[in-house]
């Protein structure tokens, strides 16, 4: 009996333990994922230049 | 030491927040743009509703009452899974809503909304100031400050980054706060119980039983269905908690991140509850409940041990604090200014800086009357949970809900808790809440069958 209770506080230690470096490696994710304005344009305007239709783009 | 520690945590809190960067848009403020994953929404879950009291209160109950609080602590698991199941995904699915004040308006109508904004603001604003009290005693802790500074120096770094970030980089520090103290805290247990308790298991269980044993006796069966009735309601569905919901990325992130926080609360709460029978070998019987987690640590870590739990205990604090600081504000712009006039996505923004602030001294103002830490906590879950949990959970079941039901159901809630919380509250043998929810569920009863009779029975 002893001895149970004692793994079963020994097993909750280690799965708090686990989820702590599971929402870890998720925050690291979110933290080095590329943000939305390096990676695509967030507004587009279109302008015609010498008769040419060209699409800037600002960051 | 303890400077070097604090300096070091507050460093890396600034990296996390400088990377989770600024919020742009109200959206982005006060919903994180609706794209949370279940990691981020499981982990900011938790981390909200890990404050002092599941921490250094649940290690002080387990201290006098081994097992005892960690049956009581599994009717909050419960609730979380509960909510996970059956409310999450319902709330989660209404379109264009930012807070559950705006659930409220989208089911009853807008004066419902205003009401429950009301509501929501002075329950953030509430449950602040308890967390601003106990970072203001952990502070003071560390550098012995007087206590107002202590308070001031914490309310102003939590409201500085969640003033400019919003409810991302809200979740963000709270992921690594989570990170923090869910691997420091079973390691401060493990090391507690293998290198410093002498006869390890048979010493640990011996004392479990006896403690347990003396907290059933000693706890009247009426004040245990009263903290059973305090944690199954009194924190269902706080702002803090729906607007994680609204910000999850899909309905199952929703239902997952609560199911998952359920069953961690539970695992958490057996950690807590052990460290406080493991300190009953180690330290003086007559020991304050509040001050047992610290001196266990004082005691049983090496020299370097001690400053880092105060790093973990501030993040347990300011983790909770940002949650609450930026759902008062979302609530403040969304509940109660925005039925009033048709506000720009900027003023929008504008309004959620300034109240984020204003909450923020409100708490660190009213923090000095807060009795002490669980009181504080007990006192915002009466309130709550009548004045809004039967409007807002039968809201999302039924089909035409009648707003005079939800506006009798909020006002007599809110007024049989505070009457019996605060004016009367040797009047009547049974907690408040349990009365105060109680009442707050006829009178909903009450206004809906009146409303239906005066609008006819088949509209």
């Known amino acids: 009996m002893k001895v149970f209770l004692l793994i079963f506080v020994v097993l909750a230690a280690l799965s708090v333990v686990a989820g702590g470096v599971w929402v870890a490696i998720a925050l690291i994710g979110a933290l080095s994922r590329p943000r939305v304005s390096d990676t695509y344009p967030v507004r587009k305007t279109t302008s015609l230049s010498n008769g040419v239709n060209t699409t800037a783009t600002k960051p | 030491m303890s400077i ?33 994953p279940l990691a981020l929404v499981f982990g900011s879950v938790a981390a909200a509703y890990v404050g002092p009291g599941f921490s250094i209160g649940f290690v002080g109950r387990g201290f006098k009452s081994g097992f005892l609080f960690w049956g009581i602590g599994l009717a909050y698991a419960v609730q979380n899974i509960l909510v996970g199941l059956l409310v999450a995904p319902r709330l ?42 106990a970072g203001g005693v952990v502070l003071n802790n560390i550098f012995d400050l007087p206590k107002w500074i202590s308070v001031a120096i914490v309310v102003a ?50 004392q479990a039983a006896v403690a347990t044993a003396a907290g059933l006796s000693s706890t009247p069966p009426l004040h245990l269905v009263g903290l059973v009735a305090a944690f199954l309601l009194g924190e269902t569905l706080i702002p803090p908690y729906a607007n994680r919901v609204l910000a999850s990325k899909t309905t199952s992130v929703s239902r997952n991140g609560f199911v998952l926080a359920g069953i961690y609360s539970s695992v958490w709460f057996m950690i807590m509850v052990s460290l406080g029978v493991v300190a009953r070998s180690i330290i003086p019987a007559q020991t304050d409940e509040d001050h047992v987690l610290l ?76 009795p002490d830490i669980i009181t504080g906590l007990l006192i915002c879950y009466t309130i709550w949970a009548p004045a809004i949990l039967p409007v807002a959970i039968i809201g999302l079941w039924l089909r035409r809900p009648r707003p005079l039901a939800a506006i009798l159901s909020m006002s007599v809630g809110t007024l049989v808790a505070i009457t019996f919380q605060f004016i009367f509250p040797s009047a009547i043998r049974i907690p408040a809440i349990i009365l105060a929810f109680g009442s707050a569920l006829l009178a909903y009863i009450l206004g809906h069958w009146l409303d239906r009779n005066k609008s006819g029975a088949f509209k």
């Open chain 2, 4 to 36: 070097i520690a604090v300096v070091v945590y507050v460093a890396l809190l600034a990296l996390v927040v400088v990377r989770a960067r600024l919020a742009r848009e109200f959206v982005e403020f006060s919903l994180a743009r609706r794209a949370l």
């Open chain 2, 295 to 370: 001196n266990l640590v004082k005691l049983i870590m090496p020299i370097w041990g001690y400053p880092l739990l105060l790093v973990v205990l501030m993040s347990v604090i300011m983790s909770s604090l940002d949650s609450l600081l930026n759902a008062g504000a979302v609530a403040f712009t969304q509940d109660i200014i925005s039925p009033f006039t048709n506000l720009t996505d900027t003023a929008a923004l504008n309004i959620g800086r300034c109240a984020t602030v204003a909450i923020a001294i409100i708490a660190a103002v009213s923090a000095t009357a807060v």
């Open chain 2, 92 to 133: 989660r699915k209404l379109k264009d809503c930012h807070t559950l004040g705006d659930a409220i308006g989208q089911k009853y109508d807008r004066n419902c909304q205003i009401l429950a904004g009301i509501i929501s603001v002075g329950l953030c604003a509430g449950f602040a100031s308890v967390m601003a009290k």
């Open chain 2, 157 to 206: 770094i939590t409201a500085s980054y969640t003033t400019f970030g919003g409810l991302r980089t809200s979740v963000i520090t709270d992921a690594f706060q989570f990170t923090l103290f869910s691997v420091l805290m079973p390691i401060t247990l493990l090391v507690a119980i293998f290198f410093r308790l002498e006869g390890s298991a048979a010493t640990f269980a011996s």
